[in-house]
Each structure stands twice: as C-alpha cells, then as structure tokens.
C-alpha cells in the first residue's frame, strides 16, 4: 500500500486538498444551523435540563463557530492558503478550531455522558483524509487523553461536572472504572479510525494513480503520433509558398487563388496540431508556469488571428477591455492562451453568418471575471451542466456539421482551475435574441 504523496506531484495534493478545505467551510455553515436548532430544542424541551451557564455558553460557541467560519471563507482565496503548505494550514486551522468549539460544547454539555463527544471522530476522518500521518496521529491520540483527562478531574471534583441529560440518577463521570474504560474504547476507535480511512484513501488513490498512467500513455502516444503528422504538413506548406512566391515559376492568378486557400487550410490544420500538442502536453504536465501574464496581451492575440475567419462569416468583435492591461495575473501564458482561444473560436465556430461576439470584464477585489458571450445557436437546458465534461458534445453539435471532438472545453476547465480559477456557461447570453439566444461563458480568476 502506498500513499498518495507517493505519487502526486506537490501541486495536486495542495489542489486536493484546498478543495476539500473550502468543502469544510460551505459544510460549517450547516453544522451551524444543526447547532442553532440543538439549542432552540433545548429551550423548550422539558426532558433536557440545563443552567443558564450551560445554554449561555453553548450559544456563545455556536455564534463563535459562524464568526471564524466567516474568517475562513474571506481568507480562503489568499494566496497564502491556495499553495504551498498554505492548504495544509487551512485545514489544519479549520479542524483545530472546530474541534476546540467542539470540546467546549462537549464539556458543557455533559463531558463523558455527551453524545456530542462522538462527533470526534468525524473530524478524525476528515483529517485522516487531508492531513499528513505526523499531524493527525498525534492529534488523535491527543484527543482521547483530552476526554481522558477532563473525566478523571470531573471524577476527582477538581472541575465542575455539567449535566445535562437526566440518567435516572446515574452518572458515567461518578465511575472511575467507566471513565477509563469508555477512555480507552474511545481512543481504540479513534486509532483504527485513522488507520481504516487512510487505508481506503490510500486504495482510491491507488486506482486513480492507474487511470492516471494509462491516461499518461495515452498522451504520449498522441503526441508522438501529431508531431509525425505535423512534420510533412509543415514541409507540404513550405513547398508550397516557394510556388506561391513563383520560385517555380509564374503561375496565373486563379491558380495562386486556389494556392493560397490550400495554403490558409494547411495552416489551420497545422494550427490543430499545435493546440493537439498542446493539450496532450498539458495533460502529462504536473506543474504549470507560473508567472506574471498580461490577459490583454493574451486575448488581443486570439482575436487578432481570428479576425480573418471571423471576416469571413461576417461577424463583429466587440472588445470591452479598458485597463485590463492593468490586471497581474499569475500563471502559464500559452495555457491560458489555449484556454481562452478555444472558447473564443468556439463562438465564432457556432455564431452563424451575420451575428457578434463580444468580450469584456468585471474587476473585483481579489478577482476578474471575463465574459465571452455571442448570439449564435446557443445551448441547451439540458447540455450545460455537461458541456465540460470529456468527450461531450451538445444535442445541437451533434447534428452539425461543425467539426469537434469534444474535448476542448474539457481542457479549458481543468487549466482554468489548475490556476485557482472557475469556468462557468449560461444560455441565453446578454445579447443574445429569441431565434439566436447565444452562449455566455464566464472565465474567473484570481489576481495579485
């Protein structure tokens, strides 16, 4: 058995868990709730008797908890926490304080009688998934001798016991020889807690470290094969501007028309091969450059290259971009180029004759959002929760002649993302009309 830091490049496991760190922050928001309604039920229910001390107190954590979980979720997106040990941390922050407010509402809620105090050993799962071997053994082990240590005191009368729950006169704390022995199961569960969640994790690791391999030699062989393809088409387009250029000879206009087409298809084939490449490059890549990245600079390029075909369709490019040279982003420059090129040359691809595609941005604080939105065909209800999925093609590209494998869009997400970012799509778009709704897809990330 093996584990995943084994396998995973240092980027993806910060990834993963920075994931499963901002899952933690939209679930504390329930646990909240589910704390809220204890409380109400306590309140009012005759069969549960607590002090004012106990409810005061329990409210207070439960007002405690919403309040850091808010600090959590404004300081999420800091750089400090996205890479680096900073996901570790943030995890790491999270657990240690839930399991703090959840101590105190175990205390004062009954300390060994609680049921509450069960709620332990979700958060040792939780850490066994995120957090290293050296962080969560010794925070398990310390969580038993915590709930060892505050019965022994309540058994001794050195702390005051807070019952809540009436036991037809019986106490577990009163027992020395309870105490221990609920002690000692309790760290028994939390050891083979620990040790059966990260042996299934490590398994599930383990199976997508294959689907990984294979989709690694997939790759290669995709690449290995396009740069074959690519090396006869480059030298076809050679010879062939040496005729264009009458150094065979002069040659009559109709010709060097029917030439030159030949020659604006061999570059856009050559142009495919490049983004193959780039992709199949991309998908074997386990780190991505990272570095200041002007967006103007690389979405004027796209457009600039895509203005001749655009021109032949009759469309209109709208630029929004005032002081978006401005915005730093960190990143891989021909990444984010192949990102935002696939999505601007699928609206060209799927805005029919005569229609308009437009791109602009909306600056916040610690973000940008970019939208490139046309009204062409659109996308169906139905295809926009799949459309980044691999190897999906909507209903309305399927029965199109428009060319695609479906696999673009697939690529854009996953780059997007790997630079803290999101993809999202909508349809109808703003400027879109009842019989050419349009598609809006809204590009967000993260600045300096």
């Not at 943030?90 to 300390?111: C, E, K, M, R, T």
């Given at each position: 058995?093996?584990?995943?830091?084994?396998?995973?490049?240092?980027?993806?496991?910060?990834?993963?868990?920075?994931?499963?760190?901002?899952?933690?922050?939209?679930?504390?928001?329930?646990?909240?709730?589910?704390?809220?309604?204890?409380?109400?039920?306590?309140?009012?229910?005759?069969?549960?008797?607590?002090?004012?001390?106990?409810?005061?107190?329990?409210?207070?954590?439960?007002?405690?908890?919403?309040?850091?979980?808010?600090?959590?979720?404004?300081?999420?997106?800091?750089?400090?926490?996205?890479?680096?040990?900073?996901?570790?941390?943030?995890?790491?922050?999270?657990?240690?304080?839930?399991?703090?407010?959840?101590?105190?509402?175990?205390?004062?809620?009954?300390?060994?009688?609680?049921p509450l105090f069960l709620f332990y050993i979700f958060h040792i799962v939780?850490?066994?998934?995120?957090?290293?071997?050296?962080?969560?053994?010794?925070?398990?082990?310390?969580?038993?001798?915590?709930?060892?240590?505050?019965?022994?005191?309540?058994?001794?009368?050195?702390?005051?016991?807070?019952?809540?729950?009436?036991?037809?006169?019986?106490?577990?704390?009163?027992?020395?020889?309870?105490?221990?022995?609920?002690?000692?199961?309790?760290?028994?569960?939390?050891?083979?807690?620990?040790?059966?969640?990260?042996?299934?994790?490590?398994?599930?690791?383990?199976?997508?470290?294959?689907?990984?391999?294979?989709?690694?030699?997939?790759?290669?062989?995709?690449?290995?094969?396009?740069?074959?393809?690519?090396?006869?088409?480059?030298?076809?387009?050679?010879?062939?501007?040496?005729?264009?250029?009458?150094?065979?000879?002069?040659?009559?206009?109709?010709?060097?028309?029917?030439?030159?087409?030949?020659?604006?298809?061999?570059?856009?084939?050559?142009?495919?091969?490049?983004?193959?490449?780039?992709?199949?490059?991309f998908k074997l890549s386990k780190e991505i450059l990272k570095e200041e990245?002007?967006?103007?600079?690389?979405?004027?390029?796209?457009?600039?290259?895509?203005?001749?075909?655009?021109?032949?369709?009759?469309?209109k490019l709208e630029r929004n971009l005032d002081n978006i040279g401005k915005?730093?982003?960190?990143?891989?420059?021909?990444?984010?180029?192949?990102?935002?090129?696939?999505?601007?040359?699928?609206?060209?691809?799927?805005?029919?004759?005569?229609?308009?595609?437009?791109?602009?941005?909306?600056?916040?604080?610690?973000?940008?959002?970019?939208?490139?939105?046309?009204?062409?065909?659109?996308?169906?209800?139905?295809?926009?929760?799949?459309?980044?999925?691999?190897?999906?093609?909507?209903?309305?590209?399927?029965?199109?002649?428009?060319?695609?494998?479906?696999?673009?869009?697939?690529?854009?997400?996953?780059?997007?993302?790997?630079?803290?970012?999101?993809?999202?799509?909508?349809?109808?778009?703003?400027?879109?009309?009842?019989?050419?709704?349009?598609?809006?897809?809204?590009?967000?990330?993260?600045?300096?």
């Amino acid at each position: 058995m093996h584990t995943y830091h084994e396998y995973f490049s240092t980027a993806e496991i910060e990834k993963l868990i920075y994931k499963y760190s901002k899952w933690l922050i939209k679930l504390r928001y329930f646990a909240f709730a589910v704390l809220a309604l204890f409380i109400f039920f306590i309140d009012i229910v005759d069969i549960i008797e607590v002090s004012n001390q106990q409810f005061n107190i329990i409210f207070s954590v439960s007002v405690l908890i919403l309040l850091y979980n808010i600090g959590f979720e404004s300081i999420k997106t800091k750089s400090y926490f996205v890479t680096g040990t900073g996901p570790v941390k943030l995890a790491s922050l999270q657990i240690l304080f839930d399991l703090f407010a959840l101590s105190v509402v175990i205390y004062f809620s009954g300390g060994i009688e609680s049921p509450l105090f069960l709620f332990y050993i979700f958060h040792i799962v939780l850490g066994s998934i995120l957090l290293p071997e050296l962080i969560i053994y010794p925070l398990g082990l310390g969580l038993g001798l915590l709930l060892t240590l505050l019965s022994l005191l309540e058994n001794y009368g050195l702390i005051p016991h807070h019952k809540m729950i009436y036991l037809e006169g019986f106490s577990f704390y009163n027992s020395f020889e309870i105490v221990i022995g609920i002690s000692v199961f309790f760290l028994i569960v939390i050891l083979f807690t620990i040790i059966i969640t990260k042996r299934l994790a490590n398994e599930i690791f383990d199976k997508e470290i294959e689907l990984q391999k294979a989709e690694q030699n997939k790759q290669k062989y995709i690449v290995a094969i396009v740069h074959e393809l690519k090396s006869p088409i480059a030298a076809a387009a050679s010879f062939m501007d040496l005729v264009i250029d009458g150094y065979s000879g002069n040659i009559d206009e109709p010709a060097k028309v029917k030439l030159l087409k030949a020659k604006e298809r061999i570059s856009e084939s050559i142009t495919n091969i490049n983004d193959i490449l780039n992709i199949s490059r991309f998908k074997l890549s386990k780190e991505i450059l990272k570095e200041e990245v002007n967006l103007d600079k690389v979405i004027n390029n796209i457009f600039e290259n895509a203005e001749s075909i655009a021109d032949k369709k009759k469309l209109k490019l709208e630029r929004n971009l005032d002081n978006i040279g401005k915005i730093q982003i960190v990143g891989d420059a021909k990444l984010l180029q192949l990102a935002f090129s696939n999505v601007i040359h699928n609206a060209i691809k799927y805005t029919p004759d005569n229609g308009m595609i437009k791109i602009s941005y909306k600056l916040y604080r610690t973000k940008v959002n970019i939208d490139i939105e046309d009204n062409g065909q659109g996308i169906d209800k139905k295809d926009l929760n799949k459309i980044f999925v691999e190897n999906y093609r909507t209903s309305s590209a399927m029965n199109s002649t428009i060319e695609g494998t479906g696999t673009g869009l697939a690529v854009v997400k996953r780059i997007i993302e790997n630079h803290g970012g999101k993809i999202t799509a909508e349809s109808p778009s703003n400027i879109g009309s009842t019989d050419r709704p349009g598609s809006l897809f809204r590009v967000t990330l993260p600045i300096n």
